[in-house]
Nanobody
């Protein structure tokens, strides 16, 4: 599986962005998907995850109520809608996939099977 992120960029505080992650292959629906981020000088951290059919999601506390993860299995794509962005959201955002993953496991980056190369989100005035 190859993952390609897009949608990053520069946005002012309070603004919105929607990230997309397009996956190759015909087994996308067998993968749980997640978004992680890594700020300069910091470790990679979990942001959000979604199960294979999109019915269950999980978020880190700092983004609850502001970010929404979703997926479209017909398009092999997972999304991260980011609203009310803050400067501390600045990071490279990575898409990750784990086959037959369960949400409780998706918070651990070392459990992921595949990674994208990331897309940079900068929140600044």
């Amino acid at each position: 599986v190859q993952l390609v992120e897009s949608g990053g960029g520069l946005v002012q505080p309070g603004g919105s962005l929607r990230l997309s992650c397009a996956a190759s292959g015909q087994t996308f629906s067998s993968y749980a998907m997640a978004w992680f981020r890594q700020a300069p000088g910091k470790e990679r951290e979990f942001v959000a995850a979604i199960n294979w059919n999109g019915y269950s999601t999980y978020y880190t506390d700092s983004v609850k109520g502001r970010f929404t993860i979703s997926r479209d299995n017909a398009k092999n794509t997972v999304y991260l809608q980011m609203n009310s962005l803050k400067p501390e959201d600045t990071a490279v955002y990575y898409c990750a996939a784990k086959q037959y993953g369960i949400l409780v496991d998706m918070t651990d980056y070392y459990r992921m099977d595949y990674w994208g190369k990331g897309t940079l989100v900068t929140v600044s005035s």
